[in-house]
């Protein structure tokens, strides 16, 4: 069974900076492209930033420049130090990851870490 925990969530000021992680365990062959999403009170849930196997990245144009996404694929973990964080960052961030097991392929998601920007 494979499993996502995210940690490294809080309360931040404006201005501020926060690393979150995300450590994927299991039975697990390989893990392709991870991510991190994240969703607003009352909004749908967001791509924040991607980022393949062979380090392609890719970002939201809200967090170019402030966010970077890194992934250690020894340890199978995502990575994402966000910098200059703003209120409007605030939001629960989800971490995906898009894993292949000895029987299948699919789609896994953490739990959730609430990040809160303080103005």
């Known amino acids: 069974q494979v499993q996502l925990v995210e940690s490294g969530g809080g309360l931040v000021q404006a201005g501020g900076s926060l690393t979150l992680s995300c450590a994927a365990s299991?039975?697990?062959?390989?893990?392709?492209?991870m991510a991190w999403y994240r969703q607003a009170p009352g909004k749908q849930r967001d791509l924040v930033a991607t980022?393949?196997?062979?380090?392609?990245?890719n970002y939201a144009d809200s967090v170019k420049g402030r966010f970077t996404i890194s992934r250690d694929n020894a340890k199978n973990t995502v990575y994402l130090q966000m910098n200059s964080l703003k209120p409007e960052d605030t939001a629960v961030y989800f971490c995906?990851?898009?894993?292949?097991?000895?029987?299948?392929?699919?789609?896994?998601w953490g739990q959730g870490t609430q990040v809160t920007v303080s103005s």
């Open positions: 995906y990851a898009d894993i292949r097991t000895w029987t299948m392929r699919a789609d896994y």
């Open positions: 299991g039975t697990i062959s390989s893990i392709n492209a």
């Open positions: 980022i393949e196997r062979g380090a392609h990245t």
